[in-house]
């Protein structure tokens, strides 16, 4: 508890403010992010099964640097959010570019259309292009149905976006999806794969906060 006194004397009411430390029970810890803030969602996400890690002389690690592919971010948005085990399997797609995916790939890209998560742009998804901050606000934002909210901050670069992405990216934003950066949008960064492993523990918090759940 404390209170707060200001320079005539004159003192607050008295304040308690609770800070809650969860101890990490998965065993996981990667070497290669000891020193980020990202480290938690990393050792989250992977425990869940949602993204991977490897081993090498007996440290774990996360490869955080690595790029993610628009495809692999819907697949593992898809899996955060339960959506894997109803993923019927297809042959192709109706994503004129499909051609390079896998069928496992393609089955969640035709689920995630089918699903409003992602649509295509003059019938092509471009699946293996670097995923951005974009895409996934507004891949997060149609996954969970976010309403259209307002935003009590203004973004420098908002002018770069239409206003169906603005309104994405306010919504994840606002609900904590994905945070600005220096008052800026940054719309076309490419994000990382810890980038993404936060944005995506962000979607489970989200969920569980509000008790959102999908069939399986």
């Given amino acids: 508890s404390y209170t707060a006194v200001d320079c005539f004397g004159s003192a607050s009411a008295e304040a308690t403010v609770t800070v809650q430390v969860n ?12 020193n980020s803030r990202l480290h938690a969602a ?15 002389n007996e440290a774990f690690l996360f490869d955080p640097d690595t790029p993610v592919s628009r495809v692999d971010c819907l697949v593992m948005l898809m899996c955060a959010a339960g959506l894997q085990n109803n993923v019927p399997a ?8 499909d051609g390079t995916l896998s069928t496992a790939k393609k089955s969640f890209l035709a689920r995630g259309i089918e699903l409003g ?7 092509k ?17 149609a996954l969970l149905s976010l309403p259209k ?31 600005a950066e220096e008052g800026k949008i940054l719309p076309e960064k ?18 569980q906060d509000n008790n959102v759940h999908f069939d399986s």
Avoid: H, W
């Avoid at 998560?117 to 019938?123: A, K």
């Fill in 90 to 97: 297809v042959n192709d797609t109706v994503a004129s570019d």
């Fill in 42 to 56: 990393a050792i989250k996400m992977s425990a869940n099964n949602v993204l991977t890690y490897r081993r090498e």
């Fill in 149 to 179: 909210l307002g935003s009590n901050q203004s973004f420098s670069d908002a002018g770069e976006l239409s206003e169906k992405e603005y309104s994405a990216f306010v919504s994840a934003n606002t609900v904590g999806i994905i945070e």
């Fill in 190 to 207: 490419q994000l990382t794969k810890a980038d993404v492993a936060a944005i995506l523990s962000n979607v489970c918090d989200y969920m």
């Fill in 117 to 123: 998560i992602v649509t295509l742009d003059d019938g």
């Fill in 23 to 34: 101890e990490n029970e998965t065993g996981l810890y990667f070497e290669d992010m000891k």
């Fill in 125 to 141: 998804f471009n699946p293996n292009a670097p995923v951005t901050r974009l895409d996934a606000a507004c891949m997060s934002a």
